[in-house]
C-alpha cells in the first residue's frame, strides 16, 4: 500500500511555456500532498503542501502565481510550472501521507524538467 | 521553523565494515523522524523512521538512535553492502502539522 505515481516521469519544454505535472496516490487517500524541488545534489526543498479542496499553502520564497496547485481530489494534486524559464529546471517529486500512518511520507517517483 | 543538520555530506566506507550518520534538530517539539535512502535519479525510499517516545529502533542491518535532550538523531547501518551506496536524508516532523524538515543529505559510498 502507499504508493504515489507521478507523471512524466520527465519533460522538456521551450522557456515561456507552461508545464503540468500530476502526482497521484494510488490505492489511499490523500487529503495532504506535498510538492517538493531538488535541484542536482542538494536536498529536498518543500515547496508548498497541497491541501484537498483549499488553497495550497507556500513556503517563503516560492511564488505562487508561477507555481500553482491545484488539490481537487483525494488522490490528485497537480503542480503547474507556469512560463517556465531554464532556472526552474529541476527535479521535481510529490508526496503523500500514508493511509495508516499520517506521519510517514511516500514520495513519488519525481519529474524531471528541463526548460531550454 | 525546524532546521535540521546532517553531518557528514559525504562517507566512504569499506564493505563490511559500519557507517554512522548524524543528524541535529533544532525545535524541541519535533516528535517524529525517519530516514530515506535515495538512488541517483529516484525517489527517496523509507528506510526506518523513529518517534519520540523510543529511544532506539532497529531494522537488520539499520538502527537508528535518538536522544531528545540533545536533539539529535543517528543512522548506523552495520556489515554495509555496495547496494548501500545512495544517499541518505534524516528529517524531523514540525508538530505544528504534517510538514518535514530535511538535512542537507550524506552520500554514502561503499567500496567492495
Known amino acids: 500500500g502507499a504508493v504515489v505515481s507521478q507523471h512524466p516521469s520527465w519533460v522538456i519544454c521551450k522557456s515561456g511555456t507552461s508545464v503540468k505535472i500530476e502526482c497521484r496516490s494510488l490505492d489511499f487517500q490523500a487529503t495532504t500532498m506535498f510538492w517538493y524541488r531538488q535541484f542536482p545534489k542538494q536536498s529536498l526543498m518543500l515547496m508548498a503542501t497541497s491541501n484537498e479542496g483549499s488553497k495550497a499553502t507556500y513556503e517563503q520564497g516560492v511564488e505562487k502565481d508561477k507555481f500553482l496547485i491545484n488539490h481537487a481530489s483525494l488522490t490528485l494534486s497537480t503542480l503547474t510550472v507556469t512560463s517556465a524559464h531554464p532556472e526552474d529546471s529541476s527535479f521535481y517529486i510529490c508526496?503523500?501521507?500514508?493511509?495508516?500512518?499520517?506521519?510517514?511520507?511516500?514520495f513519488g517517483p519525481g519529474t524531471r524538467l528541463t526548460v531550454l | 521553523g525546524e532546521n535540521v543538520e546532517q553531518h557528514p555530506s559525504t562517507l566512504s566506507v569499506q564493505e563490511g565494515d559500519s557507517a554512522v550518520i548524524k543528524c541535529t534538530y533544532s525545535?524541541?517539539?519535533?516528535?517524529?523522524f525517519p530516514w530515506y535512502k535515495q538512488e541517483l535519479g529516484k525517489r527517496p525510499q523509507l528506510i526506518i523512521d523513529i518517534r519520540s517516545n523510543v529511544g532506539e529502533k532497529k531494522d537488520q542491518r539499520i538502527a537508528v538512535t535518538l536522544n531528545k535532550t540533545a536533539k539529535h538523531f543517528s543512522l548506523h547501518i552495520t556489515e554495509t553492502q555496495p547496494e548501500d551506496s545512495a544517499v541518505y536524508f534524516c528529517a524531523a516532523k514540525d508538530n505544528a502539522g504534517n510538514m518535514l524538515t530535511f538535512g542537507g543529505g550524506t552520500r554514502l559510498m561503499v567500496k567492495p
Open positions: 508526496s503523500a501521507g500514508g493511509p495508516l500512518r499520517p506521519d510517514t511520507q511516500y
Open positions: 525545535d524541541s517539539a519535533s516528535n517524529y
